[in-house]
């Protein structure tokens, strides 16, 4: 699952986004779940509950850990298999994380580059699709 705390995409996004759900369902389920959120508080809350329901949450941060396709593919295995209910990535508001949210939870940064969240997002899901063809031996990552 992905979690975007950040407005809905623009509609060349979705498109995007649809393209790269429709391609990952060939391996298991996905969703988006959008929360427009009221505070930070409201941030922790909904973290701090798929905590509690046993699943893995990975924020993405430009604080976060750097690596290339097939790291990311090898540690996605490593979280699958980790004995977690659901692997969740979450993209934070045009804001980020608050420190104290950052420090409970694994990072992961895209690039040294900075993204905006939508197109965060994006990129977020390709990788996610590619890490699922390098696991699967798929030529699309060659």
């Known amino acids: 699952m992905i979690i975007n705390f950040g407005s809905k995409p623009p509609d060349y996004i979705q498109n995007g986004l649809n393209i790269y759900i429709k ?12 929360h427009n959120l009221r ?9 701090d509950k798929m905590k509690e329901k046993n699943c893995q949450v990975v924020l993405l941060s430009e604080d976060g850990e750097l690596m290339d396709s097939k790291c990311f593919a090898q540690k996605i295995q490593y979280w699958f298999n980790s004995g977690k209910k659901n692997l969740i ?33 994006l990129i977020l899901i390709e ?16």
Do not use: M
Not at 42 to 47: G, Y
Not at 89 to 112: H, R, T
Not at 127 to 142: G, K, N
């Open 23 to 34: 391609r990952i369902k060939a391996y298991f389920p996905i969703e988006v779940k959008e």
């Open 39 to 47: 505070s930070d508080d409201d941030e922790e809350k909904i973290l």
């Open 89 to 121: 990535f979450v993209v934070g508001n045009a804001y980020g994380f608050s420190e104290k949210i950052k420090k409970n939870y694994p990072l992961l940064s895209l690039s040294l580059l900075t993204f905006n969240q939508h197109l965060a997002l």
């Open 127 to 142: 990788q996610i699709y590619r890490a699922l063809t390098i696991l699967h031996h798929h030529p699309y990552h060659h």
